[in-house]
């Protein structure tokens, strides 16, 4: 037998049943979107690989070893599948003129690839919803992403999830801290793990985030920060909390929050949740006021986040949430030759007035067919048989809650089928 092929590792299928889920969640996210006047963009799923490089930073696990970065075999192009989103919009924003004129609020979403170990809550190939906000530069833009995501929460009805905060100032305040941090963790260097000491002179601020509990203490005491922000990089952090304050959004300044990306500047945040194990953060973003000059555009600032689907849905049926399997209107049921002549003129006529129709397919008896019916989840069938084709009719009958078969003229099926839909709306509601 020939062996069957299995998906990449970590890789997924989503399955009619999750997919039908992901559906219901994507019309929400779009109608939240509008709802704050951010617009689409769709970006490639390859780009050139010294974007990612540039954008990302060449000492970050994304850029060291995550991306699935390849030659075209055509044309020797050195090509990644994009690991996130940022890079790529910002690329299409700058090659395109959009922030020529007015500020731009967009977003994005689709998978997005990064070679790491697979567990419950990483994959290699994942989806993000992204939001960027390029032109902005005060806190307000900062905090409507902050009150965005708490209003997606709410229509979510997702609990257990809070938000920390930090403030990783401006590029200068972060290599004046920068220096103290190395002379700092030069002093601990023998403490320290081969990846530290790998890091503290390429990137000490990512060692700072190590998750090695026995470095945690040096790490606590490390210099901070915090305590060589200037007075701008602090109006701009006190604004953004001012405004979470005033619309009563709880938050936890987290000193020791950096990122894995090295574009951010001041305000980052991160949607952190314990009910999915070590992968708990749903949500993360922050301002990026150099990205748009560093690769190529005339300066401009801003700021966004992005959302981890997988996270965010395993979040909500973990928090109770349940999709609404959606079901057809109508099943039709046909058995004969002339009924499936008509069976097709009756189901385009009724969408045409809108129903959603599961046209049976395939033959086989009423008694089969009407199985399926039922187990469709659709609140009426229409039946028809040679009999009725014969004079033009079809039969409606009610597969919830009782209620009589009736014979219409095919002609007066859309009609009648609104009346008793309606009826049986009203009843139910
Ligand atoms: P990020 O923190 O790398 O940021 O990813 C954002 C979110 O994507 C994470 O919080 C997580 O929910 C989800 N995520 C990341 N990696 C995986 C994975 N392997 N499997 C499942 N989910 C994952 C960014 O990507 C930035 N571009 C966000 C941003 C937009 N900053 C400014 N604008």
């Keep these: 037998m020939t062996h069957a092929l299995q998906a990449v590792r970590g890789m997924n299928d989503i399955l009619p049943d999750t997919a039908e889920i992901w559906e219901q969640f994507e019309d929400l996210v779009r109608d939240w979107l509008r709802s704050y006047g951010y617009r689409p963009i769709r970006m490639p799923l390859v780009e050139p690989t010294p974007l990612f490089k540039r954008a990302i930073g060449e000492v970050t696990d994304i850029v060291e070893k995550e991306m699935y970065s390849f030659e075209d075999a055509l044309n020797g192009e050195h090509l990644t599948l994009r690991p996130e989103g940022t890079a790529s919009c910002v690329r299409a924003v700058i090659q395109h003129s959009l922030l020529h004129g007015a500020p731009q609020r967009l977003y994005y979403h689709g998978p997005m690839f990064r070679h790491e170990r697979p567990q419950k809550g990483r994959y290699r190939q994942f989806h993000q919803i992204g939001v960027e906000s390029l032109g902005f530069d005060g806190p307000d833009i900062d905090a409507e992403h902050i009150l965005m995501c708490t209003r997606l929460w709410d229509d979510l009805g997702l609990t257990d999830i809070r938000l920390e905060l930090n403030s990783l100032g401006s590029s200068e305040e972060r290599a004046a801290h920068r220096c103290a941090l190395v002379a700092y963790l030069d002093a601990h260097r023998d403490q320290l793990?081969?990846?530290?000491?790998?890091?503290?002179?390429?990137?000490?601020?990512?060692?700072?985030?190590?998750?090695?509990?026995?470095?945690?203490?040096?790490?606590?005491?490390?210099?901070?920060?915090?305590?060589?922000?200037?007075?701008?990089?602090?109006?701009?952090?006190?604004?953004?909390?001012?405004?979470?304050?005033?619309?009563?959004?709880?938050?936890?300044?987290?000193?020791?929050?950096?990122?894995?990306?090295?574009?951010?500047?001041?305000?980052?945040?991160?949607?952190?949740?314990?009910?999915?194990?070590?992968?708990?953060?749903?949500?993360?973003?922050?301002?990026?006021?150099?990205?748009?000059?560093?690769?190529?555009?005339?300066?401009?600032?801003?700021?966004?986040?992005?959302?981890?689907?997988?996270?965010?849905?395993?979040?909500?049926?973990?928090?109770?949430?349940?999709?609404?399997?959606?079901?057809?209107?109508?099943?039709?049921?046909?058995?004969?030759?002339?009924?499936?002549?008509?069976?097709?003129?009756?189901?385009?006529?009724?969408?045409?007035?809108?129903?959603?129709?599961?046209?049976?397919?395939?033959?086989?008896?009423?008694?089969?067919?009407?199985?399926?019916?039922?187990?469709?989840?659709?609140?009426?069938?229409?039946?028809?048989?040679?009999?009725?084709?014969a004079v033009g009719e079809v039969s409606i009958k009610p597969l919830r809650g009782g209620g009589e078969q009736r014979r219409v003229a095919v002609d007066a099926l859309a009609e009648t089928l609104a009346e008793l839909l309606y009826l049986t709306e009203e009843r139910e509601a």
């Design 193 to 389: 793990d081969e990846d530290g000491r790998r890091r503290l002179h390429t990137n000490p601020l990512r060692v700072l985030d190590t998750k090695n509990p026995l470095l945690q203490p040096i790490m606590e005491a490390a210099p901070r920060l915090s305590d060589y922000l200037g007075d701008e990089s602090w109006a701009h952090f006190e604004g953004v909390q001012q405004i979470l304050k005033d619309a009563g959004i709880p938050y936890r300044i987290n000193h020791r929050l950096v990122r894995g990306l090295d574009y951010y500047n001041r305000t980052v945040f991160e949607w952190v949740t314990d009910r999915l194990g070590a992968q708990g953060t749903v949500c993360a973003g922050g301002r990026y006021d150099g990205l748009i000059a560093q690769l190529g555009g005339k300066p401009a600032p801003a700021a966004g986040f992005a959302m981890g689907v997988e996270r965010l849905l395993a979040l909500w049926q973990e928090s109770g949430g349940e999709a609404v399997r959606p079901a057809p209107d109508v099943y039709l049921v046909n058995a004969g030759i002339e009924a499936g002549r008509l069976a097709f003129r009756a189901a385009e006529a009724l969408r045409s007035h809108g129903f959603s129709v599961l046209q049976h397919c395939g033959g086989g008896s009423f008694k089969s067919q009407m199985k399926r019916a039922d187990g469709s989840g659709a609140p009426f069938a229409v039946i028809i048989g040679d009999d009725e084709a």
